[in-house]
């Protein structure tokens, strides 16, 4: 074969790693001169380091003298190729087994050689080969043992421990040893000189000593004896009394018959037991394949399960007909039972959620865990059907329930995005699921959304708007501005709640509900609070320095960034000369706070700052738990506020809000006055601290009056 039409047949030829040899006239050495693609990565280089390579160098110095031996013999032989297995050298000194085919090839064009090198990796063959030859090298070893005294013993009957015999050529007994007799009968006088080979055979069976004859005495005879006349064995192994025996006969030139009995009873068993462990060698591989298809904690499939069942779903849907939807689960508050009860409570969590969902969806739909808090459920729909919206109810109702961890109640939900085909390609299922899953969870949580075209250009909207936030963390965009809370008996600023805000380059000052939803979604929020948090404090130490008593700065964080290992140190470096104070929002709290969230608020409390339960009327605290946190302040949600000034029910119920915080000892800020009428009422109702735009809206420390003026020209 000349080189021209190998190199021509390569692509098609080349499934494994091709290199191409040339070799001067004369010389022995060869150089590399090509090499393709699969060789690159087999040997971890490039086409231009390996060019001019001697291919020898690809093997391991132990090899090479081989393989060169190889190459010579060829040669010698006038033979175009051979093949051999040897362990082959990567550019790292790292090494596997190569399965090598060296072909020569002749050049039309000049008396030069070449040489087309095939490598194939068997190092996982080789490594298995080993794996079994270690295993079996002890049975081997016995075998040849065996072999080797049965040659001896054929030459040393007498002295063989073993059962033999020996007949003559009419098949009448000549010799044999005790060994022999006994598996005969249990009579010692029971074989005579010259006792026939059929008879033999007849007192063994009438004995009972042929285990494979047993009920079948006569149909063996007949079998053995026609066997024996033919100059076989009806088998080569039997078992007599229990014990396996090989059959080993030798036909001397005189005509007799020699038979040896080799017990090879513990060498089967060692095959047995070898046997078996085979066998359960490849059922605990199965188990491993199963168990990576699987998610450990939950027992559900896993991202690789779903993308192999999703391809099984989307081949059968061309002959059935039905329609595929993905169903996109999310937990909602999830990472909340993380930080404050611990992973165990999150695991306990996972592992009802994923019964609640297997119990849910019949045996052809598919569950898988993705992620942390993740979950997609495959399911089968005629066209038009609501059997995949009807199942997101009924997810998040059963989700919604709140689940026991060591006697406490775990409250989360979940967010559900579906997506189905013909409305969206196969391919494209998961990912317009996780996008309708965005969108649920932007509208409120707890909540499905179905997948529609112009989610994508949401999709894409919040796309823009996350790079632009992380544009203006970069620019320092981000500033803090203040609001008031005043003392409405004298008018003057006790303290200012601080707010982030974005200045925008092109759209203004955006308020934190235009950037907030989108922040925490690319995780940057804590960024931004931190910078705020900074800023403010800076600011408030320049703007009121020399003004005597300092009025306090009030953060709102979340529940993530209070449980954050870090926040301590943070609030311990703090530089303020005033108080400063923490608002948490009231919607964070359980009615059950776990330790872990009452130690962090005291280890707070501790560092000198003041405690404050924001927006209290919007989530679920009760009297109980509000006792358990003993905040320093209560503001009330402005929504309770604002119908104050037109409802008596709603002034009857913030009146009572204020008395239940000063029966716990607590200040009570009213939040939502935003007019005198407010402001008037809030007074006859007896409350002294209040913040709304009635007093001033939120603007730059610099933008507010004098602190004695505020109020007082507020309510002229």
């Not at 609640?356 to 052809?364: G, P, Y």
Request: charged share 25%; proline share 3%; net charge negative.
């Amino acid at each position: 074969m000349d080189l021209e039409n190998l190199i021509d047949k390569i692509p098609s030829l080349a499934v494994d790693a091709v290199c191409v040899a040339h070799r001067l006239a004369g010389t022995e050495t060869y150089g590399i001169v090509w090499t393709n693609d699969a060789f690159c990565q087999m040997f971890l280089t490039t086409r231009q380091t390996a060019e001019g390579c001697d291919p020898f160098d690809l093997y391991h110095t132990d090899y090479v003298a081989d393989f060169r031996s190889a190459l010579k013999e060829m040669e010698a032989a006038g033979q175009a190729s051979f093949s051999q297995d040897t362990l082959c050298l990567r550019s790292d000194n790292s090494s596997f087994w190569g399965g090598v085919s060296f072909i020569r090839a002749s050049n039309k064009s000049g008396p030069d050689e070449y040489a087309i090198i095939f490598v194939r990796d068997i190092d996982t063959l080789k490594n298995r080969e080993q794996s079994a030859e270690l295993a079996l090298i002890e049975n081997e070893y016995l075998l040849a043992k065996f072999e080797a005294v049965q040659a001896r013993l054929v030459s040393a009957i007498n002295m063989s421990p073993d059962p033999f015999c020996v007949y003559d050529a009419r098949d009448r007994l000549v010799i044999w040893n005790t060994a022999f007799a006994e598996i005969v009968s249990p009579e010692p006088d029971a074989l005579t000189t010259g006792t026939k080979h059929q008879k033999v055979i007849e007192t063994c069976l009438s004995n009972g000593y042929m285990d494979d004859a047993l009920g079948r005495e006569q149909e063996f005879l007949s079998d053995y004896m026609a066997a024996w006349r033919a100059g076989r064995f009806v088998s080569p192994i039997m078992r007599v009394q229990g014990r396996d025996y090989k059959i080993i006969r030798a036909q001397p030139p005189n005509g007799d018959r020699v038979l040896l009995c080799v017990d090879i009873s513990e060498q089967l068993r060692q095959q047995r037991e070898l046997e078996s462990y085979a066998q359960r060698l490849e059922e605990a591989n199965r188990e491993i394949s199963e168990q990576a298809l699987h998610d450990e904690l939950t027992g559900l499939g896993n991202r690789r399960y779903l993308s192999i069942k999703l391809d099984e779903m989307i081949k059968g849907r061309k002959t059935s007909g039905l329609e595929i939807a993905a169903l996109h689960i999310d937990l909602d508050r999830f990472k909340q039972i993380n930080d404050t009860m611990g992973h165990a409570a999150g695991d306990h969590v996972l592992k009802q959620v994923s019964e609640i969902l297997s119990k849910r969806v019949r045996a052809k739909d598919v569950v898988a865990r993705i992620g942390g808090d993740e979950f997609i459920v495959l399911t089968l729909c005629a066209h038009g059907s609501e059997t995949p919206e009807r199942l997101a109810d009924r997810l998040i109702e059963e989700i919604s329930v709140p689940i026991m961890f060591e006697d406490r109640a775990c409250r989360i939900g979940a967010s559900v995005g579906i997506a189905r085909t013909p409305t969206v390609a196969e391919s494209e299922l998961l990912t317009c699921s996780d996008i309708a899953l965005y969108k649920a969870k932007t509208g409120g949580r707890a909540m499905k959304a179905t997948f529609d075209q112009g989610d994508l250009d949401a999709l894409r909207s919040m796309k823009r708007l996350g790079d632009d936030i992380l544009r203006g963390l970069d620019e320092g965009e981000f500033m803090p501005l203040f609001q008031p809370q005043v003392d409405m008996t004298s008018g003057k600023v006790v303290s200012y709640e601080v707010i982030g805000h974005w200045l925008h380059p092109t759209r203004g000052l955006l308020r934190p509900s235009d950037f907030r939803t989108t922040a925490m979604e690319i995780q940057v929020d804590g960024q931004i609070n931190e910078r705020v948090f900074q800023a403010a404090l800076s600011e408030g130490s320049k703007h009121f320095d020399g003004q005597g008593t300092l009025p306090m700065l009030t953060f709102d964080i979340g529940m993530s960034r209070l449980m954050a290992p870090e926040f301590l140190d943070e609030l311990s470096s703090l530089d303020y000369p005033g108080q400063i104070g923490i608002a948490l929002a009231e919607t964070i709290f359980l009615e059950d706070e776990p330790v872990s969230v009452l130690e962090r608020i005291e280890a707070v409390r501790s560092l000198g700052l003041s405690i404050e339960v924001a927006d209290f009327g919007s989530g679920r605290a009760s009297i109980v738990g509000l006792r358990r946190i003993a905040p320093d302040r209560l503001k009330i949600d402005r929504r309770l506020v604002e119908p104050i000034t037109s409802s008596e029910s709603a002034a009857q119920l913030v009146g009572s809000i204020l008395q239940i915080g000063r029966t716990l000892g607590m200040d009570v800020v009213a939040d939502g006055a935003d007019t005198k009428s407010h402001a008037d009422t809030l007074v006859d109702l007896g409350f002294t601290l209040g913040q709304g735009a009635v007093f001033s809206p939120v603007g730059a420390l610099n933008d507010f009056n004098a602190q004695t003026k505020l109020f007082l020209a507020a309510g002229s």
